[in-house]
């Protein structure tokens, strides 16, 4: 496990794809799990660890995860994510190039349940719920293209369903319509940075997840700019 940033009121971790964060039906060990026992043992806390977590990522995705330490730093950290107030970007390779280099996509997605899966409309329907991502192209190399996205709201899959939908689905993403899965059952979706007000001390915390070790992702970030706004 990889410990991307640490205080007495949060942590920040670098999840390997295929981890899940929090508890579910598979009764796989979650990541949440991990963080107490290593707050645990190097803190040599008795009893019960709390660790609340914050926001979620997809099973098959990587990178920052955000876990709060502290009960006051989870209700304004909630909060904070709910409305906007921490900035996400991720990175994506997509096996088409998008039409524009920058753009906003705007549609309505409605999940299914039984699916596990999300699907977009351009106009409003029933049970939908609207969903706004912004992105830049950033590279692209060996038929692939590397997109930066951030998002605007937090919807089901967003991302997946929205690149998808707009003819760029993510490598690996066989739910999305990617023509072949990765080795790893990974999709190369990466949550890679996270940029907020540190909900106590209220200083700005900037943080990225190190990209996959692999020779395209190497090729697609390797001139990639820190400080890209998007």
């Given at each position: ?123 409003p329907v029933a049970n939908a719920k609207e ?32 690149l998808a939908s707009t003819g760029c689905p ?61």
């Amino acid at each position: 496990m990889q410990i991307l940033y640490e205080d007495n009121h949060i942590i920040i971790v670098n999840k390997k794809p295929g981890e899940i964060v929090q508890g579910d039906k598979t009764g796989d060990r979650p990541l949440s799990e991990l963080v107490k026992d290593y707050i645990k043992e190097k803190y040599a806390k008795p009893g019960n660890v709390f660790l609340g977590v914050a926001h979620r990522l997809d099973r098959p995705v990587g990178g920052v995860v955000v876990f709060a330490r502290t009960s006051k730093a989870l209700t304004r950290l909630n909060a904070m994510f709910g409305s906007g107030k921490v900035e996400k970007t991720y990175l994506a390779i997509v096996a088409n190039r998008p039409q524009s280099e920058r753009g906003e996509i705007v549609s309505w997605l409605t999940r299914n349940e039984r699916l596990n899966k999300s699907f977009s409309s351009d106009k409003p329907v029933a049970n939908a719920k609207e969903a706004r991502l912004r992105y830049a192209l950033v590279a692209s190399a060996n038929n692939y293209h590397l997109v930066a996205v951030r998002l605007l709201t937090g919807r089901h899959h967003q991302i997946r369903c929205q690149l998808a939908s707009t003819g760029c689905p993510i490598k690996g993403d066989l739910k999305y319509g990617a023509r072949r899965s990765n080795a790893d059952g990974s999709i190369s979706l990466l949550a890679w940075r996270v940029k907020f007000v540190h909900p106590v001390s209220q200083k700005q915390i900037e943080v990225f997840a190190p990209c996959p070790d692999t020779t395209l992702w190497h090729a697609l970030t390797n001139n990639i700019d820190h400080s890209l706004t998007i």
